[in-house]
């Protein structure tokens, strides 16, 4: 059994109307949320949102396709590599387009925590799980 790898534990502090920690955590959740080990999904965050400075869904949009591979294959998260930077490249253009790149945003048009959730599985490769993980930390200073 993996440790549960928190927020914290990956250095992003959560706070009220924090944009850049909540992105940082919904793309971390989104690693975590996949069939791979914590440690390595918490290294791929490092590498991308740290090393790479992919800390915003502004800063995904001039990485290529070929840049995430590249980023995860550092971090060992090869397993499912092509697919995940897809999903990833999608999700932050999605931030971006429909909802200002910001996770506050899908806060405010959403009814409840229920319709927030809902909202958040409608993006490609989020599922129950990283909404439970992402959610786990960041109903906090949502909600």
């Keep these: 059994m993996s440790k549960t790898i928190s927020a914290s534990d990956l250095g992003i502090h959560l706070?009220?109307?924090?944009?850049?920690?909540?992105?940082?955590?919904?793309?971390?959740?989104f690693l975590m949320g996949k069939r791979i080990q914590a440690e390595i999904a918490a290294q791929a965050y490092r590498?991308?949102?740290?090393?790479?400075?992919?800390?915003?869904?502004?800063k995904?949009?001039?990485?290529?396709h070929r840049e995430l591979v590249v980023?995860?294959?550092e971090a060992r998260y090869v397993r499912y590599d092509e697919t995940t930077a897809?999903?990833?490249?999608?999700l932050s253009k999605k931030l971006r387009d429909e909802y200002a790149?910001?996770?506050?945003?899908?806060r405010e048009v959403s009814d409840d925590r229920q319709?927030?959730?809902?909202?958040?599985?409608?993006?490609?490769?989020v599922g129950p799980k990283t909404v439970e993980i992402f959610m786990r930390d960041a109903a906090g200073v949502l909600y």
């Excluded at 706070?15 to 959740?29: G, R, T, Y």
């Excluded at 590498?47 to 502004?58: C, F, N, P, T, W």
């Excluded at 897809?86 to 999608?90: H, P």
């Excluded at 319709?115 to 490769?125: M, N």
């Design 15 to 29: 706070k009220k109307d924090d944009e850049s920690a909540l992105f940082k955590w919904f793309i971390a959740s």
């Design 47 to 58: 590498v991308i949102v740290e090393k790479h400075g992919r800390d915003s869904a502004q």
């Design 60 to 64: 995904f949009a001039s990485c290529s």
């Design 71 to 73: 980023m995860l294959g």
């Design 86 to 90: 897809t999903r990833l490249l999608g």
């Design 101 to 106: 790149g910001k996770i506050g945003h899908i």
């Design 115 to 125: 319709a927030f959730e809902q909202r958040l599985r409608e993006f490609d490769g």
